[in-house]
């Protein structure tokens, strides 16, 4: 029937196809493996290493928590990202490593929002570090998403580290009469504080600054009090090159890039909150400064570029550091 006395390979496969089990044919397909790769990704300004570590993401209810948006224009400006309500959003948070001191900017939510998050020492590990060789934490805002990640089980995480946040942010956060004055639905940002700090508090290793402070060569504390009383950022610079770690200027880069006007509910004093955004995004954008975003998308690192009356994120091309 064939040139060849042999019948050709595909006529054998379908033949062994009728005649074997199906469970024979299908059982060598390798299984999903539903896990994702370690939340850690590296790069440098100047001679600084800047290590962004996951803690977790969880799904925002966008619709809930953004105002001075219609529902409709919300869909459109989610649609154009590919994205629907509720938007999967990242914790992140950033290691800075300057060769003289290890730093941590934030800390993410630790056990405090459930199993979604809590994901920061590991990721940590994994990047090759460990808690008790973090020389200081610098903490942006002291919400529970940017500092429940200080302890666990009521402990200390970062044995050996001071940590540092504006005076106001504490003055506000750790006042007991503030929390007794706050709405029902704000309470637990008081008490996750409260928890989250008293360790190092305890231990003499919590030492707020006041407003713009160099706290070690090459990161300097920017105030840009809105979302929080005491929100700061932080500068990073080395040789030329400069990274600006904003926390939560913003929430939802999808919405509040092409509308930086657009608040959020958790804002403490939402229109100093927007006055700071639209701050930040502009001297970002003139000076080409590379950002790190508690929210954006992991790794939350990338420039801002304008476009029209508001501003695109660019992320940053990948680097094997090589």
């Not at 008490?191 to 508090?201: C, D, G, K, R």
């Not at 030329?240 to 770690?245: F, H, Q, R, Y």
Request: no cysteine; hydrophobic share 40%; charged share 15%.
């Amino acid at each position: 029937m064939y040139p060849s006395k042999q019948a050709p390979r595909w006529a054998l496969l379908a033949v062994l196809s009728l005649t074997l089990p199906l469970s024979l044919l299908t059982e060598a397909a390798a299984p999903q493996q539903q896990t994702q790769a370690p939340g850690y990704y590296r790069l440098k300004v100047g001679e600084i290493e800047v290590t962004s570590l996951n803690d977790g993401t969880f799904l925002m209810p966008v619709g809930q928590f953004l105002k001075g948006i219609t529902p409709s224009a919300l869909n459109t400006a989610l649609s154009r990202s590919f994205l629907t309500d509720p938007v999967e959003t990242s914790v992140n948070a950033f290691l800075i490593n300057t060769g003289a001191h290890l730093v941590l900017i934030d800390t993410g939510s630790g056990s405090f929002y459930g199993p979604l998050f809590g994901h920061l020492v590991e990721n940590l590990k994994a990047a090759g570090y460990t808690p008790e060789q973090v020389d200081e934490v610098y903490i942006t805002h002291l919400h529970a998403d940017h500092v429940g990640g200080l302890v666990a089980n009521g402990q200390a995480v970062f044995t050996h580290a001071i940590v540092r946040a504006a005076q106001a942010e504490g003055d506000y956060w750790l006042d007991a009469n503030q929390a007794k004055e706050a709405a029902a639905e704000s309470k637990a940002f008081f008490s996750i504080a409260v928890s989250a700090l008293s360790p190092y508090v305890a231990a003499g290793r919590y030492k707020p600054f006041q407003g713009d402070s160099e706290l070690a060569p090459g990161i300097r504390a920017v105030n840009t009090a809105g979302h929080t009383p005491g929100h700061t950022v932080y500068l990073v610079s080395s040789k030329g090159e400069s990274l600006i770690i904003w926390g939560d200027i913003m929430h939802v880069a999808a919405v509040q890039l092409p509308d930086p006007s657009i608040t959020i509910n958790v804002d403490v004093d939402s229109s100093a909150a927007r006055r700071q955004r639209l701050r930040i995004f502009s001297e970002v954008t003139d000076k080409h400064t590379l950002v790190g975003g508690a929210h954006l998308p992991f790794p939350g690192l990338g420039h801002l570029r304008a476009n029209g009356t508001g501003y695109e994120f660019a992320p940053t091309n990948y680097t094997a550091l090589q």
